[in-house]
């Protein structure tokens, strides 16, 4: 079956640091797309960051330069490394597999098909 | 930045209405659109990609359209395990993707 379990979400003081995970299983994280995507509380989806399978990584301007995605290719597993941590980074983290298919040069996109559950992070003194 | 602009930001309709949201982007993006829908405490999950392709799986009274900057999403029928709030994505301007603000789903 294919699935994404994240974890490591928790409560954090402002400037503290958090890392969540995200374990796949039935898929190659390594061979995908991988998103993260946050909801802060009664608000909309928000993208966060992207890894691609060749791993180039992006950010959201909110989040440039204190977080960092990474996976662990063994593990089968996805990251996301928050830093510098403000109240503003309260949310609901999900991580998303953004189903692509390659072609040659080509890349075609089809939208984030799996979804983990969600974990929380709330950022509080 | 491209930005999404959804409406209505929210809705109520009855049992068997015919529901349309619609979501514009602030340039052109082909038919570089996404819909999703998300139930209360849940995930997001993908409903339409590339505007109108139905995800596999998803019932068919679901439906979408549209492209260059405007875009509109159908249920046919609402049934009541539809509640929910939907969203519009687009993915024209990779690898930063944009979401619509929402369209939260009431039954009348």
């Known amino acids: 079956e294919v699935q994404l379990v994240e974890s490591g979400g928790g409560l954090v003081q402002p400037g503290g640091s958090l890392r969540l995970s995200c374990a796949a299983s039935g898929f190659t994280v390594s061979s995908n797309y991988m998103s993260w995507v946050r909801q802060a509380p009664g608000k909309g989806l928000e993208w966060v960051s992207v890894?691609?399978?060749?791993?180039?990584?992006y950010y959201a301007d909110s989040v440039k330069g204190r977080f960092t995605i990474s996976r662990h290719n063994s593990k089968n597993t996805l990251y996301l490394q928050m830093n510098s941590l403000r109240a503003e980074d309260t949310a609901v983290y999900y991580c998303?597999?953004?189903?692509?298919?390659?072609?040659?040069?080509?890349?075609?996109?089809?939208?984030?098909?799996?979804w983990g559950q969600g974990t929380t992070v709330t950022v509080s003194s | 930045d491209i930005q999404m602009t959804q409406s209505p930001s929210s809705l109520s309709a009855s049992v068997g209405d015919r529901v349309t949201i619609t979501c514009q982007a602030s340039q052109d993006i082909s038919n570089y659109l996404n819909w999703y829908q998300q139930k209360p405490g849940k995930a997001p999950k993908l409903l339409i990609y590339d505007a109108s392709n139905l995800e596999t799986g998803v019932p068919s009274r679901f439906s979408g359209s549209g492209s260059g900057t405007d875009f509109t999403f159908t249920i046919s029928s609402l049934q009541p395990e539809d509640i929910a709030t939907y969203y519009c994505q687009q993915y024209d301007n990779l690898p930063l993707y944009t979401f619509g603000q929402g369209t939260k789903l009431e039954i009348k």
């Open positions: 890894i691609y399978s060749g791993g180039s990584t």
């Open positions: 998303a597999r953004d189903n692509i298919a390659v072609a040659g040069r080509e890349t075609y996109y089809y939208g984030m098909d799996v």
